[in-house]
């Protein structure tokens, strides 16, 4: 049925969302068309409710990742995939698996939350479904005959041994010994003819699910919080929001982005983390810097457009700087770009443009005249390496002298994967680049200027 009113209003995320917007008689239609039983049945059909992150891919696939942000209905995800791989025609009869592994940090939290949970199998089976909890075993077992066994992730070795056609892991990222844990579940699928294994987890920058992801033999499902909207307290929404959007914790916890810190990144997460501030401090110098890509063909460089204020008071050394927006653009004409960095200028009140003229030279100055002929410009020629560029900015964070706003996540992901060997990342830190030529304008070239007075002895 699920499928079917899906294919209705393909621009809707599942039968359900079609219901909830038809009109009240399509409604009551709808309702009132159906049997006893199709009613009783409704609720527990997920393609019908599901959104379109829970359900799994359709190919080759051997594992099945569902990367989303706290409360983005991964659980629910997991548990229905289960049901769907046990359960047959009837109540009695035989589904595709019938010998599963769920795996979660530990056999309390699997079973709290895996098998008992709001979102758990025992949750979404129906009636007649219903598996039988078997504490003293550790298992699960549905009136078809199908096996689930509970295993701890803490306890690598009690993989070794059992076999299965299918498994479901929760919060893999968060597993203190994840590697181990996972290679062993590895050795142990291999019952059926093509056993697959359901991931859960909100992303963590771990190695095991980095390897995992990359695996050609692997799907991937995302989705935010917000996505589940309609199934979470607003409280609890408002409250998050309030709290962690705009910022890279947010990225990861709500948005349900994988972040990266590269091995010896010139920033890490928790040091731009620790300099984020909540409000905009008096500034009495602001520049807007661009970093103009090669060439403006869709999918080209980002131009990097970066606005940075200065509060300077006394020597440059007590200078404090504060990054005010990320307005970077991509694939944009060379109009388009110089038009986003003047109306970055307008929007903020900048005094100047720091612009690298590597690129195209006069040509970069005449486009922005183009757009503004009254631009003030400061034409910046790099001489050094990015990195060279780059690491005396990232001693001005170690300083505590830069801080951060929020919503300036794409510009610290690019941070945190440049490294001192150079930039561990696709494509060029347009965005970083533009950041540091802000900062050498603000901070380091007033600094390198600075002499102190000569006290002569009288």
Known sequence: ????????????????????????????????????????????????????????????????????????????????WVRAQVEGAGPKDAGKCSRLALIGETVDQTRDVMIFGESGIMACSPPDRRPEWQAT?????????????????????????????????????????AGEAWDMLQFALRLGEHPQVCVTTTPRTVGVLKDLIAAPSTVVTHAPTEANRANLASSFLEEV????????????????????????????????????????????????????????????DECGIVVVGVQSNGAPSDWKAVVLED??????????????????????????????????????????RSVDPLAAITAVHASRGKVARAEPVAALYEQGRVSHLRGLGELEDQMCRMTARGYDGKGSPDRVDALVWALHELMIVPAQSYRKPQIRAL
């Not at 498994?167 to 990222?173: G, R």
């Not at 653009?329 to 109009?335: E, V």
């Not at 307008?346 to 590597?358: G, I, P, Q, S, T």
């Open 1 to 80: 049925m699920g499928v079917r009113w899906t294919l209705m209003r393909p621009d809707l995320r599942s039968g359900a969302d079609w219901i909830a917007c038809a009109a009240q008689d399509v409604q009551d239609s709808f309702l009132n068309e159906l049997e006893e039983g199709e009613l009783l049945a409704l609720p527990f059909l997920f393609e019908f409710w599901a959104m379109e992150h829970q359900l799994p891919p359709e190919g080759d696939w051997r594992a099945w990742v569902v990367m989303g942000g706290r409360g983005a209905g991964k659980t629910r995800a997991g548990a229905e």
């Open 137 to 177: 075993r550790k298992r699960l077992v549905w009136p078809n005959g199908a096996v689930a066994q509970v295993f701890s992730a803490h306890d690598p070795e009690g993989l070794r041994g059992p076999q299965f056609d299918g498994a479901w892991v929760d919060e893999l990222a968060k597993w203190k010994r």
């Open 241 to 300: 929001e309030r709290r962690y959007a705009g910022t890279r914790l947010g990225r990861q916890e709500l948005e349900g982005v994988l972040l990266e810190d590269s091995e010896g990144a010139l920033w890490g997460s928790a040091l731009l983390e620790s300099l984020r501030v909540e409000c905009i401090p008096d500034v009495d110098r602001i520049v807007v810097a661009i970093d103009p890509p090669a060439g403006s063909k869709s999918g080209a």
């Open 327 to 368: 307005a970077s653009i991509q694939g944009a004409t060379p109009n388009g770009w110089a038009s986003a960095a003047v109306d970055a200028v307008e929007r903020w009140k900048a005094e100047r443009l720091v612009v690298e003229v590597n690129q195209g030279g006069d040509m970069v100055s005449s486009v922005i």
